[in-house]
């Protein structure tokens, strides 16, 4: 889908920086939202760093978002198979539907936990104040939900990185024009 005139060449670098941040904190909150559900010594670090990575992708997914209306993505790459582009496009879609959703129902959710409901950290720079009321069912239902959607976001993510090494792969040019030029000579 092209809503701007950028070339079929490739995205620009703020839209790859986008990118690469939102994947950097996508491939790292999926690993700290598995492990801080262990007993540990560092499970509340883990929490809190879960919290803010997703505040984060909240933050960089509205940007994403907003460039990307307002600057427009490049035409498709020529000769890929129609429904490779329909993949494509249904995965991407998904994909950012869900990251701002399930940070937004973490967020609710961390919100509603407690007797007092619970503030959303941020690296320990400040805390979101609470947005909902406290109310333990609720949290647990969202906190149930979130934990499925992200494991549907993990295995989207996976179907991503995979075409992308299919594309690369195949030389086809397509995941050269997320690389930054430093890597791929675009």
Not at 42 to 59: D, E, M, R, T
């Amino acid at each position: 889908m092209s809503y701007g005139s950028l070339p079929a060449t490739g995205y620009s670098g703020t839209a790859k920086l986008l990118h690469w941040l939102v994947a950097l904190c996508v491939l790292t909150i999926i690993p700290v939202g598995f492990w801080m559900n262990m007993e540990g010594p560092y499970q509340n670090q883990l929490f809190n760093l879960h919290k803010s990575l997703g505040v984060l992708i909240l933050g960089l997914m509205i940007v994403r978002i907003a460039y990307r209306l307002l600057a427009g993505a490049p035409a498709a790459e020529p000769g890929i198979a129609r429904w490779q582009k329909a993949i494509s496009s249904a995965v991407h879609g998904i994909l950012y539907i869900l990251l701002i959703g399930l940070p937004i129902a973490g967020y609710i959710a961390n919100s509603a936990y407690g007797a007092n409901g619970t503030p959303t950290p941020f690296f320990g720079l400040f805390e979101l104040p609470p947005i909902v009321g406290p109310n333990e069912e609720l949290s647990k239902s969202i906190f149930a939900v979130h934990k499925i959607v992200g494991w549907v976001v993990g295995g989207l993510v996976v179907l991503h990185i995979g075409g992308a090494m299919m594309h690369f792969l195949k030389g086809d040019g397509v995941m050269q024009r997320m690389i930054p030029k430093s890597f791929s000579g675009r």
